[in-house]
T-cell receptor, first 117, second 110 residues
């Protein structure tokens, strides 16, 4: 009964291909995120959705397209993969902060390691 | 935006205390967080502190917050080899998601 689950855990593909990573959370949270962690372990926010609506879109190439079919799912599709897309992609979810016992903390999935050859 | 700053490496001996420091940027951050990442795993929340607090203690963990200097620290008492991991501080910056520091790799030797 994993709280935030991502698939696949590992993905190896050729440059130019298109790939998707899926994320599901069973915590009942309203907000979901995609973060990218590079080889130096730096974590950067890419996108955030609240109740299926895009609320954060950082400077990310438009080859990356998030899709949220419902508030429990946030998928990431990447077109025309490049070598620099190799990274670990983390999905996360949260409640908004301010409610009782709610500090707005993020709950992370285990990550999806993408390797582009 | 400006970066959340952390030193990249810390090496301690088992049984010693570890102190990991962080400088954040947004003085209006409501909460500040410490996350732990073990090899090959996702990030797990260790603890957080509300911005109107100076200190929070949770078993072996002590968080100190200096709002004037925008400085956050995490002290781990009696550090164990199982504490070896990357530790990230994060701030809740207005208008965006949590912003993370670059992470401090803690290495504990026996």
């Amino acid at each position: 009964d994993t709280a935030v689950s991502q698939t696949p855990k590992y993905l190896v593909t050729q440059m130019g291909n298109d790939k998707s990573i899926k994320c599901e959370q069973n915590l009942g949270h309203d907000t979901m995120y995609w973060y990218k962690q590079d080889s130096k372990k730096f974590l950067k926010i890419m996108f955030s959705y609240n109740n299926k609506e895009l609320i954060i879109n950082e400077t990310v190439p438009n080859r990356f397209s998030p899709k949220s079919p419902d508030k429990a799912h946030l998928n990431l599709h990447i077109n025309s993969l490049e070598l620099g897309d190799s990274a670990v992609y983390f999905c996360a979810s949260s409640h908004p902060s301010g409610g009782p016992g709610e500090a707005g903390e993020l709950f992370f999935g285990e990550g999806s390691r993408l390797t582009v050859l | 935006g400006e970066d959340v700053e952390q030193s990249l490496f810390l090496s301690v001996r088992e049984g010693d205390s570890s102190v990991i420091n962080c400088t954040y940027t947004d003085s209006s951050s409501t909460y500040l967080y410490w996350y732990k990442q073990e090899p090959g795993a996702g990030l797990q929340l260790l603890t957080y502190i509300f911005s109107n607090m100076d200190m929070k203690q949770d078993q072996r963990l002590t968080v100190l917050l200096n709002k004037k200097d925008k400085h956050l620290s995490l002290r781990i008492a009696d550090t164990q080899t199982g504490d070896s991991a990357i530790y990230f501080c994060a701030e809740s910056r207005a208008g965006t998601a949590l912003i993370f520091g670059k992470g401090t790799t803690l290495s504990v030797s026996s």
